[in-house]
């Protein structure tokens, strides 16, 4: 078949055209590209049934123009009125913005995207600058009952972003991405809700240089999207980073916040330990969008030792023994690795291939030793913290998985990972061109129910011919872990693929999974929530969503399933 | 003025008659006791002006037998009907269990109790067997309107037990006290609300003989209270242990719970990591029954290592120093201490006579190198958890004390204080019997505002004649901590004690501090939250309160202060 043993694919390398739908789905920077090795593209072919001539011409790339059918739904003086507000250069009606600001990054909005399919418009881009003019802005569309969605980075994986009902859409990080304070003392910074994933840490890291700070830091929170994410959107859809494991997620890491609702605006109370009632701080996290908009908050910080750093490789021969090592390793109380990883055995296969371990020596001693392929599971991780602290985390890491039959692989394919760990979204695009789609849906599980949940999602995908099915583990906690699919498959029809999707979310609520670990729920698995949740729980999201926003204005339509209609 | 050096007071020693009052106000075991040694003895005298000859004769000894002058307001067909969910031998319509169930901990109860002062009682105490029950408890309250009020092992100091509506009290250790189930590999307890403390602790410990466990367990939770206080207090109060700061605080050990609500009933789902919204457990956490009753809790526990323990105490030069210290040690991830506390100067002097290190070699050394009395500062603490982890703990801590200028004291007193440290409230009784009251107020804080709290509320305190106010801070964040303030004074009037104590919390709230760090805030504190936590956030719990409870038959009467009234 691979007649051309030096065939490359033309995979796109320049930046897509401005206006253009591709400059919208595609990944990140707009001259930023990582296009799959060799290794990978012949698996590719191997695992989908293509061969070269596959891949000699791309379809639907999504090099059009991008233009918007639905109609502007407001009036000319509302228009006018949010002018007033945020001053005309900072309010936009074009076709463009419109679909930019009301799109996220799902594999659906892409493939809708490239097919030039209409999503879901806001009628207005609106940049607010200061929390007073969001506070006029909301207060302002409560008494008009136009909607409000925000949009920070963009990342968005569900459908977070959609403007179901139209209305404004509010760009947090265009203006409202200052450091408001430092304090050294406290160990935290109060930041703007649109300030960037890395202007946030490059401040933290540089703090002597650029806050006064008697010490470097590290805000400790770094999820795939890291470089096109905000601070606000990891907070209100409960975000976690690669890092988790020692750092906490998003929800353990936000000491305070403010708030605009409709029904009011508040900052709630930055003391660590309280016993003063429900925390409103934690009532807030997670909303969505849904109650109000986040305009600041304090976050925890941590000293910035990447000298102390430890880094560490192993091969599990089977994914029980990596999973059994992991639970013991996060349970043994002898401090938290930071990374931590275990891919199963189809993400192994292609992960040796991706970061270029297949071929080496290390891969030739792997199967030597008699770790065998589709059997075999890779770890990588990280320890953080003091020097003595990440010594003894790393021994004690190597001493449980050697008792678990692992072998140690240096540190080195960890410091390759952390090269190119937030490159890997770009692949998406190259295999998307030529009718590949790569999507992920991820789940919390408890350690008990973890193989359950791991076969019988993996059975769903795998029961279609030539899909591929790469899961791994990735944020630990004594009482269980998150499990992250990544489904590949030859297909160009959504319809196909939305039933393909709901399928795969079905079988992680049917076999006891959590709808979302950290990609939060936006309007994507909302349907799911009542049935999740249990409708007496969704009604006191429901009792808060009537306090915040009685007229359904803060992201309606679906988001976390509390306003749901049929759609 | 002390002619006779022999004299001891005739402290009491005797269980208290069953039906008095004193039976009711007194701590912990009818026959537990621990008087003031003869140091803390002369003392007291010294510090109160007083002399043997006002330790002759007690007052207000609360020796009658408790008689309650509020008529039952319940209907008897209403009292027949608990009597049918429960059976007859399970509701209580005796004065002494009316007062009994209506009674908490603070010390304005226990002057009340003592000088016949009536307290607010409850018509009805039912002990509920079930969930079961209590499902047909709280549906009939709600349609009859009859207020319920839930009692767990006593020890509010909040005024959280107080039956200010009337009504039922339901108890809950007398049957809701057993284990439901627990899971190993996730490392999780499911247990009824109504467990006391040692019992979950002793199960958790025994687990392999009594769980058919490999590991033994430990729930990291030891409060003051702990031999008096059950599971379901230390949760819906946000409780914190005295090992709270590195196995955290009960909000943070809570995975998920069963509520029974006026408007239903649900249980929180137990994922550790999940992205689905605003958490409907987190949400739960501190309503003091204002919500509904909890009836059960799946806890995160933790591996029984006691071999492990390292001890270490440290005399430090200044307060300065030892919070300077302390917030280095904290912040210094290399793991965090459990036990860790620093004595301000005042708390000091006086520790170093009860627990015995006033006489010793070590007290002539340490005043030999020149840390001065009411200057000096003690520090004692632990390290717990995997050998090497505990070892480096004690370590990086010595190092950071020494820098500070401290005195290492080997673990030997904390030994001391281990064995004795639910004992020193009893002492408290011995005070009260010679007219001295003894009470405390707490409060969580930032590391920037620990010293302006501090001050602000001794110089108050202080500013009151011949009375002391020690304080100190046990519970440590990377961004705060706590500060405990126990106050001791010659008094007998109840009034003037209710504005000495009010002026106390004034003092905290006007100085930045939280109203509570982990006592909750019951009645007592009611009437400062929402000047505290700001009425825009005060709404937002009274929507909760509203969702749950629209009749407002939940811990009625200004409990969290959600349904406050002039009262």
Redesign the interface.
């Known amino acids: 078949m691979n007649k051309n043993k030096n065939f490359t694919p033309d995979w796109t390398d320049k930046p897509p055209k401005p206006g253009t739908a591709r400059s919208i789905f595609k990944w990140g920077a707009p001259d930023g590209f990582k296009h799959p090795n060799h290794r990978l593209y012949e698996a590719i072919k191997e695992k989908f049934g293509m061969d070269d001539g596959d891949f000699r011409k791309k379809i639907y790339e999504g090099n059009e123009p991008v233009s918007c059918s639905t109609g502007i739904r407001l009036e000319t003086r509302q228009i006018e009125r949010f002018k007033e507000i945020v001053g005309p250069d900072n309010v936009s009606v074009s076709d463009y913005d419109r679909v930019r600001y009301s799109t996220g990054k799902t594999m659906e909005e892409a493939m809708k995207l490239r097919q030039g399919v209409a999503v879901e418009v806001n009628d207005l881009v609106v940049h607010p600058r200061s929390k007073t003019d969001i506070q006029m802005i909301v207060s302002f569309c409560n008494q008009e009952k136009i909607p409000v969605y925000v949009y920070g980075g963009g990342s968005s994986v569900t459908k977070g972003l959609q403007c179901i009902k139209g209305g404004v859409t509010l760009v947090m990080s265009t203006h409202m991405n200052r450091v408001l304070s430092f ?1 050294e ?4 910074i109060t930041v703007e809700s649109g300030i960037m994933g890395p202007a946030y840490e490059s401040i933290l890291n540089n703090a002597p240089e650029k806050l006064d700070a008697e010490y470097r830091y590290t805000g400790g929170h770094f999820p795939q999207s890291f470089q096109y994410s905000s601070v606000g959107g990891w907070i209100v ?4 980073g690669q890092a ?1 494991s020692y750092y906490g ?1 998003m ?1 353990d890491i936000v ?1 305070s916040q403010e708030y605009i609702t409709p ?4 900052r ?13 701080n ?7 969008g849904t109650f109000g908009v986040l305009v600041n908050a304090t976050l ?1 910080i ?2 910035y ?1 990447p000298e102390n750093r430890r880094r560490f490789t192993f091969i599990f021969p089977t994914w029980e023994a990596a999973v059994d090592a992991s ?1 013991e390793i996060i ?5 938290k690795p930071a990374v931590f990883r275990i891919s199963d055995p189809e993400e192994t296969d292609l992960a040796l291939k991706m970061y270029g371990i297949e071929g080496t020596p290390i891969s030739r001693l792997i199967s030597y030793k008699g770790y065998r392929p589709m059997r075999r599971c890779l770890c990588i991780g990280t320890a ?3 020097k ?2 990440t010594k ?1 985390v790393k ?2 890491i190597k001493k449980i998985c050697r008792k678990y039959g692992a072998m140690y692989l240096s540190g080195y394919p960890v410091k390759n990972w952390e090269h190119g760990r937030y490159l890997d979204p770009y692949i998406r695009e190259d295999l998307n061109d030529f009718g590949i789609i790569s999507d992920t849906l991820e789940t ?5 129910n973890l193989h359950r949940l791991h076969q019988s999602v993996r059975e769903y995908i795998k029961k279609r011919p030539r899909t591929v099915c790469m899961t791994h583990a990735s ?1 630990f ?6 499990l992250y699919f990544i489904f590949i498959a030859r297909m160009n029809n959504i319809d196909e693929y939305l039933e393909f999707q709901e399928g795969i979310i079905d079988q992680i609520e049917k076999n006891g999974g ?8 936006g309007k994507m ?1 909302g349907p799911w ?1 009542e049935r ?3 409708t ?2 969704m ?3 429901k ?2 969503k ?3 926003d009685p007229n359904n204005i803060m992201n309606p339509g679906g988001t ?1 399933g ?1 306003d749901i209609e049929i759609r």
């Open positions: 304090n003392t406290n160990q935290t859809t409960l975000g976690s988790s997620d929800y000491l029904t009011g605006d508040f709630t109370l930055d003391f660590p330990g309280t016993a003063t009632g429900p925390k409103v934690d009532i807030m996290k997670g909303s969505e925890k941590f000293k030792r639970r349970q043994g109380e002898f401090g953080e913290g003091e003595n602290f003894n021994k004690q919390g599980v408890t350690w008990d944020h906690y004594p009482q269980g872990t998150n959590s709808l979302s670990h950290h990609h939060g729920v698995i929530m999740h949740i249990g007496k729980q009604n006191i999201l009792a808060l009537k306090h915040f976390l509390i």
